[in-house]
């Protein structure tokens, strides 16, 4: 914990995904609430999409970040507010003509709810 799913409109040409889940990595170990050996993310481009009634020139990011329950308010918006950072700062291209949408989604998950072992193969 905690996980970090990154989804976008894959009319975001030549994403360099791997750039984008390193910056937001950075950005969240950097608050020193997260360790970097506990923190899992991914992305998805999603193919097929709709935004409003079809409007092509519309693109999004949704960053959604679950987190173990029991962090403070302040905890909270500092870790979306690094998140938001590095989807604000980061490098998607130019010339796509495209409106692009930043979203940030923060989950608390039950500490009871959660299992997690780590195991050698």
Known sequence: MPQLIIEYSDNIKAL??????LSLNQHLIQTGLVVGKDLKSRIHANHRFLIGLGDQQQAYVHAHLYILNGRSLAEKKLLADQVFAALQQFDYGQGLGLD??????LTE???????????QI
Do not use: T
Not at 16 to 21: G, K, Q
Not at 100 to 105: G, N, P, T
């Open 100 to 105: 692009l949408q930043l979203c940030v989604e």
């Open 109 to 119: 998950m039950p500490i009871d709810d959660y299992r997690k072992a780590v195991v």
């Open 16 to 21: 360099d995904e791997s750039a984008l889940l």
